[in-house]
């Protein structure tokens, strides 16, 4: 009985004992498939998170790519000038009288250097804006033995005349549109401008109707547009018109932060930018300085644009240093500056 009971209690000590070691050992498989669990789910939420981050990336690309890029430039300063009201007359006899307003002027830019040969002469052209209100000072411009472009205002009491007259000799002739400025209402563009208020099909109307109106025009700047040239959606709405009709743009830069740049690119249109403009201070000394300052620009992009006005001191000073700047540079029209943006 006694050896029974030693045998029974030894063995339930080792079935004890078993039991005891198969709890030891069936812990660690526990551990160890929780930490693979941990490691899947740690692994898992990495993969959707780096899914998501690529996912934003890629997204944010495609929204830029719509988007035009506004050029970053240097700072700009302005400078402010009031334009005396002025009474002209048509052929008719009706009076025209030309509205206050103020130009303002973003100084040029520093130009990178670009590398001409020696005997190419670097190419300017000058465009003088503002014209149909005086049609005895613009035939006064065509007879200077240079070559210059005139942006002649929709709507006009000279356009037509102007437009002829140009033609006839060989000089080109570009549609100055008028845009609406930041000053506006206070400051109206004139007959014609296209309004930040207008629906698109408005606006289309309107650009079309100043297109038509002025005959053998090769392309376009702009008349003020301060506010509008900085507007992307109205200005693809116009560049896709100047594309169809296979016309250039030039803009003005009546303020640093035109989009008209990066919007003619994106469509495709041949482009310049005004470099200097020449007489809006209407002072000799300082039409002269402009000018050299157009010079200097050209020689180091190997090309520039000036713009000037229809004043009795622009043409005398250009009469006066017309030979001299023909031996430093070669004038030619605007349409020979313009390029594709690549």
């Known amino acids: 009985m006694i050896f029974s009971k030693v045998c029974k209690g030894s063995w339930a000590y080792g079935q004890k004992k078993k039991t005891k070691k198969k709890r030891k050992k069936s812990k660690p498989k526990k551990v160890g498939t929780l930490k693979t669990h941990l490691l899947k789910v740690i692994a898992g939420l990495s993969i959707l998170i780096l899914l998501v981050v690529a996912a934003g990336f890629l997204l944010n690309h495609l929204m830029l790519r719509k988007q035009p890029v506004e050029i970053t430039q240097l700072p700009l300063k302005t400078e402010v000038l009031k334009i005396p009201d002025f009474e002209i007359f048509s052929e008719e006899g009706i009076s025209h009288t030309k509205p206050k307003y103020k130009i303002k002027t973003p100084l040029p830019e520093e130009i990178p250097k670009i590398d001409i040969s020696p005997e190419e002469k670097p190419r300017i052209a000058i465009i003088i804006d503002d014209i149909g209100y005086d049609r005895i000072l613009a035939e006064k411009f065509l007879e200077l033995d240079a070559v210059i472009t005139f942006s002649i205002l929709p709507h006009s009491p000279f356009q037509n005349t102007i437009s002829r007259i140009a033609h006839s000799k060989g000089f080109e002739t570009m549609l100055h549109l008028p845009m609406e400025p930041k000053e506006y209402p206070k400051v109206k563009p004139g007959p014609g401008a296209l309004l930040m208020s207008m629906s698109p099909d408005q606006l289309l109307n309107q ?16 008349h003020m547009g301060s506010k509008m040239t900085e507007n992307s959606d109205q200005l693809y709405q116009i560049f896709s018109v100047l594309k169809q009709r296979g016309l250039f743009f030039i803009d003005s830069r009546t303020t640093s932060k035109s989009l008209c740049k990066p919007s003619s690119r994106l469509l495709q249109i ?73």
């Not at 100043?210 to 005959?215: E, F, I």
């Open 270 to 342: 041949p482009f310049a930018q005004r470099d200097v403009f020449i007489d809006h201070i209407p002072e000799p000394d300082f039409i002269r300085k402009q000018i050299k300052m157009l010079i200097r620009i050209a020689n180091k992009k190997g090309r520039a644009v000036g713009i000037a006005h229809p004043h009795i001191e622009t043409y005398e000073v250009f009469r006066e240093v017309l030979p001299e700047l023909n031996k430093k540079v070669r004038l030619v029209p605007a349409s020979e500056i313009v390029h594709i943006i690549s």
């Open 207 to 222: 650009l079309i109707n100043d297109l038509d109106a002025v005959p053998y025009i090769k392309g376009v700047n702009n």
